[in-house]
């Protein structure tokens, strides 16, 4: 059976409704909110858009046997707004993780701050007969203004390493706009503190400064190779091993004009007798 209530279906194995009150009640139910699949053995449906779960689960995986799901003893359900549930319980399969105070979730629409939807990897893995766990791809969206915003995401495996990644982006019309993307790595393996962490910036920007002056700049800069083994960088770009960063300024008056620019190419894996000059 399914229970349609302005738009919104309730599927279970058995419903009760009051007409008057405009409550139901759904048992062994399951719906579905934006992009999350909800199963509760009991579905309350109220008449202010409300629905109070008990016993359910949450995943965003749509199979039949989700690979990751969150156990969550009571969670209330604010159609086209949040939902907020307490406790938690994180399963990979059938495998419990991790426990959380609460589940909080933002159904809103449009551009709004919070965490990503989870599009991420829990596991657990065997090295040298001692079990890892790793996270991958958790990430968080900052909606600073109506002009800028910030992606925040990362990697963690346990005893391993660390890897995660900041993407700004900024525009206003008529005056300026670009990107700004930095990583970073820690390698748990590696001996040296200064041979373990290595970092990256990538960014582009341009700016009217006036009506006849403008200002351009592109960034490629990494702190270790190591690092564009692990990024997100094509073959090509792999093989090339140069980094390029440009800057140029130019200015016009009525008879005259001003060109300026500035290039950097760092060459990586690039050693000689002067340490100093490794990887510039």
Same mark, same amino acid.
């Given at each position: ?5 302005? !738009? ?27 992009? !999350?699949?909800? +199963? ?23 199979? +039949? ?8 003893? =009571? ?19 059938? #495998? ?5 105070? *609460?589940?909080? /979730? ?15 990897? *829990? ?14 791809? #958790? ?26 990644? *900041? ?13 700004? /993307?930095?990583? *970073? ?14 970092? !990256? ?8 400064? %006036?009506?006849?002056?403008?200002? /351009?700049?592109? #960034? ?9 083994? #692990? ?16 800057? +140029?300024?130019? =200015?016009?008056?009525?008879?005259? %004009? ?23």
């Amino acid at each position: 059976p399914v229970l349609i209530d302005e !738009g919104e279906e309730l599927y279970g194995s058995l419903m009760e409704y009051a007409i008057d009150e405009k409550v139901g009640l759904v048992h062994g139910g399951t719906t579905r909110y934006g992009d !999350g699949f909800y +199963a509760g053995e009991r579905l309350k449906k109220n008449p202010d858009d409300r629905v109070h779960a008990y016993a359910c689960t949450y995943t965003t995986c749509d199979l +039949a046997e989700p690979h990751f799901h969150f156990k969550v003893d =009571r969670m209330t359900i604010q159609t086209r707004d949040k939902i907020v549930g307490a406790p938690v319980r994180f399963y990979l399969g059938d #495998i419990p993780l991790f426990y959380l105070p *609460f589940l909080f /979730n933002d159904l809103k629409r449009g551009r709004r701050s919070g965490f990503l939807q989870p599009d991420f990897e *829990f596991g657990i893995t065997l090295s040298d007969d001692k079990p890892q766990r790793f996270v991958r791809d #958790i990430g968080y969206y900052w909606a600073a203004s109506d002009y800028a915003d910030l992606t925040v995401r990362g990697n963690f495996e346990e005893r391993k390493s660390l890897f995660g990644t *900041f993407g700004l982006r900024y525009f206003q019309r008529y005056f300026l706009g670009g990107s700004v /993307n930095s990583n *970073f790595s820690y390698d748990a393996r590696r001996d040296l503190v200064s041979d373990a962490f290595a970092w !990256g910036l990538h960014g582009t920007h341009s700016q009217e400064l %006036s009506e006849r002056a403008k200002l /351009n700049a592109d #960034i490629d800069f990494v702190s270790s190779e190591a690092l564009r083994d #692990i990024d997100n960088y094509t073959v090509e770009e792999t093989i090339d091993q140069r980094l390029t960063s440009n800057a +140029a300024f130019s =200015r016009k008056w009525d008879n005259l %004009s001003l060109n300026t620019s500035y290039k950097r190419t760092q060459i990586l894996n690039q050693e000689d007798d002067d340490p100093a000059t490794d990887n510039l």
